[in-house]
């Protein structure tokens, strides 16, 4: 009579067995884990402290270049609503930006469909052609001939020639983001409407439209952002302080001597950016769009 083979429960390894490759490769994925959310943390908080410097500076009662606890005071706000120019100035922005998007929207959706519609020799060369110059001629480089031409049309201290003149520049930009989005519409619905009847005005308005506006949006809000910040254009055309936009005004703030007014610079720059950081947010929640990873989603 022969016994069944006997099993045997071994004991879990310790000592050196414990701390092999595998506790090794543990360790190391560990650190290596530990030192990416650091670098991560390091780089954000490098980018963050010009955030917290204007969140702060503008309620701090002696601003300095440094972020610190403010001594909170609301005076720098009551000194900037003296300004005559600085509350008004945020308006011309909001002027000037507005009616460029709308310029630059309705022209480049205008263009971007009959591009992407109509078939005709030489359809992407013409549009890569525009885009190339528009991004090698830049408007610093045209600022002569812009100032001759709206001098001409006595454009000279208008809002409407500084309109004109942004909206020219961001056009062929503009007309290359938005076929993008009406290639990749169906053409299918288009020609069911057409069969019901519907005029082409009423195909593009109630049919395309609707099914580009994430790319109508996006090209809004980067022309609003370009408008919003830009200096040379309005500096150069408009001569009355009264329609000045806020990146011009911004410039009064500095002394004579080159030296930045901390409390009433802080305080403006603070107004000057809410307005766009409210748009990108709004936007983003109403169309859902993101601006990383590609134009579209």
Do not use: C
């Not at 943390?41 to 963050?48: I, N, T």
């Amino acid at each position: 009579m022969t016994a069944g083979p006997e099993t045997t429960t071994r004991p879990a390894p310790t000592g050196p067995a414990a701390t092999g490759p595998a506790a090794t490769l543990g360790w190391r994925g560990a650190l290596a884990q530990i030192g990416r959310y650091t670098f991560v943390s390091l780089v954000l908080g490098f980018f963050a402290l010009p955030l917290l410097w204007l969140a702060t500076a503008p309620f701090d009662r002696t601003p300095t270049i440094t972020t610190s606890l403010p001594e909170f005071t609301l005076d720098n706000f009551r000194a900037l609503l003296d300004n005559p120019y600085a509350l008004r100035s945020l308006w011309n922005s909001i002027l000037l930006s507005g009616g460029t998007a709308v310029l630059v929207v309705t022209f480049a959706a205008s263009a971007a469909y009959a591009l992407s519609r109509v078939r005709m020799p030489g359809r992407d060369a013409l549009l890569y052609g525009l885009l190339l110059l528009s991004s090698i001629v830049t408007g610093t480089a045209t600022m002569v001939p812009l100032y001759e031409l709206a001098f001409r049309l006595n454009l000279i201290d208008s809002r409407l020639g500084v309109i004109l003149i942004l909206s020219g520049g961001l056009l062929p930009a503009a007309i290359f983001i938005l076929k993008d989005f009406m290639d990749g519409t169906p053409t299918s619905y288009e020609e069911s409407a057409r069969v019901f009847g519907a005029s082409p005005v009423q195909i593009v308005w109630q049919i395309v439209l609707p099914m580009v506006r994430p790319g109508l949006a996006t090209v809004a809000v980067w022309a609003v952002a370009n408008v919003w910040g830009n200096f040379l254009v309005p500096f150069l055309l408009l001569r009355n302080p009264d329609k000045a936009p806020a990146a011009v005004i911004m410039y009064t703030l500095y002394t004579e001597g080159g030296q930045a007014n901390l409390a009433l610079l802080s305080t403006f720059s603070l107004l000057y950016s809410l307005p766009v950081v409210l748009m990108f947010v709004f936007v983003s929640s109403r169309y859902g769009f993101r601006f990383h990873g590609g134009i579209k989603r």
